[in-house]
């Protein structure tokens, strides 16, 4: 069974961080890509950042990078991301995602979806 499970979300007050984990498990997920969106209340799902499991291209969004690392574990099946330099605008709940071969910046190709975890950040 296949399953993205996201953690370390939570409340940081602005200009701190937070380190979130995507645990996925049920498949070899070296030929995946994996990916990180948000979504803030009353607006669309939106790409934060991704990475290509096999060769670690990565992927940012213009108002995350910089400030956002997002990184791959073999060993551990899991995806991480580093935000660092948190704003109140980043509050958001976070999914993790995945797709089949390299890394997109679309929701509409990813195909896993995690639960998602929620992410405030005070001002």
């Known amino acids: 069974q296949v399953q993205l499970v996201e953690s370390g979300g939570g409340l940081v007050q602005a200009g701190g961080s937070l380190r979130l984990s995507c645990a996925a498990s049920?498949?070899?997920?070296?030929?995946?890509?994996m990916a990180w969106f948000r979504q803030a209340p009353g607006k669309e799902r939106a790409f934060v950042a991704a990475v290509t499991w096999n060769d670690g291209n990565t992927k940012y969004a213009d108002s995350v990078r910089g400030r956002f690392t997002i990184s791959r574990d073999n060993a551990e099946n899991t995806v991480y991301l580093q935000m660092n330099s948190l704003k109140p605008e980043d509050t958001a709940d976070y999914y993790c995602?995945?797709?089949?071969?390299?890394?997109?910046?679309?929701?509409?190709?990813?195909?896993?979806w995690g639960q998602g975890t929620q992410v405030t950040v005070s001002s």
């Open positions: 995602a995945a797709r089949l071969s390299y890394a997109t910046m679309s929701s509409n190709d990813y195909f896993y």
């Open positions: 049920g498949r070899s997920w070296r030929a995946y890509a």
